[in-house]
């Protein structure tokens, strides 16, 4: 993941270009996507796709033709969808179009003007400050032309028609943790999700940020009612402890199986309400949607100094927090998959256990994975309104635990599941 993440960074992404679909595709060559080409001006609910915009080079040069700035050094240095410019500007004109961070002198900052019709260089703010001459040469070799904006899917069938959406942005350029995080772990819990029974579809999109979620959702308006649960994936590579933003239930299945997962892990993790700002979560939740889809973070968006500038690089990435993220999404998965509503055949008092030999298969076997005050609780709220995410939370047992009593009850028949 960590060497796919380094040959992804250099790659100039945008919402659209060819930066972007060549991350697709080196994406695709990884796991067999689906890849669409959604034309400039398709309409998308209220939106439009923009133009395609690429760019091959830029510089700011002093008039005697020092460089002072160079997009190939680093492609944060231009504002994404900036527009074509070769230009002598004067050191106020062209502060006009300069962003640096005061605060983080050295770090170049990350901005975009997709629909701003303008052109842009974010430079570091040490940078900026010593150039000090009159006037600059100022070249932008870009395009912003009619092409097509790239999105990867790929469905994973289930046995059942409900799905686990899982959606991963990649429109940012140069940046580590927010985008190719996400992007590497994907890619490598589809390979390991491939080919494995399941009775959840798993369905992974990969294209740019909100437009990207905007297009499915409005290609699928049907499949969307299949998503039983979903997840936004970024900046899972950083070394800090696990976040997760609520989908705007709040107690979707999602909601219940990521606090479930990472108790049960021993990983501290911070729940943050749902809030209509951060990724497509906003889209997935919009009214007319209201899918049980959260975002899984480690440090969040926004709350690390290096988020959106030149230092959330590969070296803030850490390859053990790219596995350890990749594990725990593989068992947030399946415990949502596993997860049902029981009722008990006959719910009048407590079963014996010991004629069914149940006593014999939890007791005195350690290592056994289940206990008898599991099978207690399943038994009790086997009532047909607690699943087994809502008997883990209740009894403080882990969902393995609550999982293999309710295996052993249905196996001696004294619960039954309820359909879905
Ligand atoms: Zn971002």
């Known amino acids: 993941m960590y060497d796919f993440l380094r040959e992804l960074f250099p790659i100039c992404r945008s919402i659209t270009g060819p930066g972007l679909r060549e991350t697709i595709h080196r994406i695709g060559t990884r796991i067999p996507l689906t890849i669409h080409e959604v034309p400039t001006g398709t309409a998308i609910l209220d939106w439009t796709v923009p133009n395609e915009w690429s760019i091959r080079s830029a510089t700011i040069e002093t008039l005697d033709g020092r460089v002072v700035m160079d997009f190939a050094d680093n492609n944060l240095h231009v504002v994404g969808y900036s527009k074509p410019v070769d230009a002598v500007l004067s050191r106020e004109e062209l502060a006009r179009h300069v962003h640096t961070l005061p605060d983080q002198p ?30 600059y040469r100022v070249r932008i070799d870009s395009t912003l032309a009619p092409g097509s904006m790239t999105l990867g899917e790929l469905l994973l069938p289930g046995s059942t028609d409900k799905e686990i959406l899982l959606s991963i942005h990649c429109c940012h350029p140069a940046l580590a943790n927010d985008n190719l995080s996400g992007i590497v772990i994907a890619t490598e819990l589809a390979k390991r999700l491939a080919g494995v029974s399941r009775r959840h579809a798993v369905r992974f999109l990969f294209g740019p940020g909100t437009l990207g979620a905007l297009t499915w959702l409005s290609w699928n308006q049907d499949a969307a009612r299949k998503v039983a649960a979903g997840l936004v994936l970024t900046c899972l590579g950083d070394a800090g402890p696990y ?149 883990a939370a209740r009894s403080g047992l882990t969902f393995q635990s609550v999982a293999a009593a309710a295996d052993l009850l249905l196996d001696t028949q004294l619960i039954r599941e309820m359909s879905q």
């Open 106 to 135: 050295t770090l170049i900052p990350y901005r975009t003007g997709y629909f701003a019709d303008s052109f842009g260089f974010c430079l570091s703010h040490q940078t900026w400050t010593a150039m000090t001459d009159e006037q």
């Open 243 to 391: 976040h997760y933003k609520q989908s705007r239930q709040g107690t979707s299945a999602t909601d219940r199986a990521v606090a479930q997962v990472l108790a049960d892990e021993g990983e501290p993790l911070t729940v943050l309400p749902f809030a209509p700002v951060g990724y497509d979560e906003r889209q997935y939740c919009s009214p007319g949607f209201d899918l049980p889809v959260g975002c899984f973070m480690r440090t969040p968006n926004g709350r690390y100094p290096e988020y959106h500038t030149s230092a959330d690089d590969p070296s803030l990435v850490r390859p053990e927090s790219l596995e350890r993220s990749l594990d725990i999404l593989e068992k947030i998965i399946a415990v949502i998959d596993r997860d049902a509503t029981y009722e008990r055949v006959d719910g009048r008092g407590e079963p014996q256990l010991g004629r069914r030999g149940l006593y014999r298969l939890v007791s005195g076997q350690a290592g056994r994975s289940t206990s008898q005050e599991a099978l207690l609780w399943v038994l009790n709220l086997a009532d047909g309104r607690h699943s087994l995410l809502d008997m």
